[in-house]
């Protein structure tokens, strides 16, 4: 998925008058990878968070190639944007496979 893509799905969110827990946890993920300065430790309470709420997420980053996992304490600012970008596309592509159609919420 490019970023153009993700941004207008963002876009059409951020309009929407409800929206699912998926969704926000897109909006949410978003948001912490483009905070002006990167804020380490709300990074690092959202990736918890989409751990926790998407172990399915979880388990396909983690077993990607030459992934290691690391304690918190060892994660850098360029690990945890890794992360959240993986788990922001993995967001996506469940949302969108939710709708089938791939329209999702720009329907």
Same mark, same amino acid.
């Given at each position: 998925? %490019?970023? +153009?893509? @993700?941004? &207008?799905? @963002? #876009? ?6 409800? /929206? =699912?827990?998926? +969704? ?7 948001? !912490? *990878? ?5 804020? $380490?430790?709300? &990074?690092?309470? +959202? @990736? ?10 979880? *388990? %396909? /980053? =983690? ?5 290691? +996992?690391? =304690? $918190?304490? $060892?994660? !850098?600012? #360029?690990?945890?944007?890794? %992360?959240?970008?993986?788990? *922001? ?8 496979? !939710? ?5 999702? @919420?720009?329907?």
């Amino acid at each position: 998925m %490019t970023d +153009q893509q @993700i941004s &207008a799905i @963002i #876009n059409a969110l951020r309009f929407a008058n409800e /929206i =699912s827990p998926l +969704q926000k946890d897109i909006l949410d993920t978003w948001n !912490t *990878l483009h905070k002006i300065p990167f804020n $380490a430790e709300s &990074a690092h309470k +959202q @990736i918890i968070s989409n751990n926790i709420n998407h172990p399915d997420i979880f *388990l %396909t /980053i =983690s077993m990607e190639p030459g992934i290691v +996992q690391k =304690s $918190a304490e $060892a994660l !850098t600012q #360029n690990d945890m944007i890794f %992360t959240l970008r993986c788990q *922001l596309d993995g967001l996506v592509a469940k949302e969108m496979a !939710t709708h089938g159609n791939g329209n999702c @919420i720009l329907s």
